[in-house]
T-cell receptor, first 114, second 112 residues
């Protein structure tokens, strides 16, 4: 059974710092991995999608890496800003002939202090 | 392109009642999935529909059911509500499996 773990559960940093969020998964048979952002009481906003054959994806100040063999992904945020404060979730997509489902980690709650 | 929409946004029900939630996917997306989010369990997969057929189901009791219409809109129904069903229910749609899943704003259900 696939399990996704995110460390740390919470993180507080001063504005301008670079930071790394970690995600690990137990079964390497994933189709892809997505990083999401969730603001309090809101839905999920997709940040980056990495296919299982890829090693990394970049969007602006965000960079996500994927190492399937070790079951790890990281989300790097450069030059953090107070507007980056949110909960960050990683999810792996399991796909079979019955369809697909995302399996989520518990999230990292990020607070960026001005 | 309009995003995923969910209605209603908030609901208050009492134990034993039933509820129906609605989700309209992004135009052209045929896959719609439902997830339940609670503080204790996090985000958990409920089911996935594709072309009006349920393709995948999570580990939830039979009180949770859904359907998808020919226009890809989906509904989720929960019967005989329990206090533990209080949660944020999120709907997501996607094109192909390689594509991003896009989530709606969710329906917050409170069961009293």
């Amino acid at each position: 059974k696939q399990e996704v773990t995110q460390i740390p559960a919470a993180l507080s940093v001063p504005e301008g710092e670079n930071l790394v969020l970690n995600c690990s998964f137990t079964d390497s048979a994933i189709y892809n991995l997505q990083w999401f952002r969730q603001d309090p009481g809101k839905g999920l906003t997709s940040l980056l999608l990495i296919q299982s054959s890829q090693r990394e994806q970049t969007s602006g100040r965000l960079n996500a890496s994927l190492d399937k063999s070790s079951g790890r992904s990281t989300l790097y945020i450069a030059a953090s800003q107070p507007g980056d404060s949110a909960t960050y979730l990683c999810a792996v997509l399991e796909l079979n002939n019955q369809g697909g489902k995302l399996i989520f980690g518990q999230g990292t709650e990020l607070s960026v202090k001005p | 392109k309009a995003g995923v929409t969910q209605t209603p946004r908030y609901l208050i029900k009492t134990r034993g009642q039933q509820v129906t939630l609605s989700c309209s996917p992004i135009s052209g997306h045929r896959s719609v999935s439902w997830y339940q989010q609670t503080p204790g369990q996090g985000l958990q997969f409920l089911f996935e529909y594709f072309s009006e057929t349920q393709r995948n189901k999570g580990n939830f009791p039979g009180r949770f059911s859904g359907r998808q219409f020919s226009n890809s809109r989906s509904e989720m129904n929960v019967s005989t509500l329990e206090l533990g069903d209080s949660a944020l229910y999120l709907c997501a749609s996607r094109g192909s499996a390689r594509e991003t899943q896009y989530f709606g704003p969710g329906t917050r259900l409170l069961v009293l």
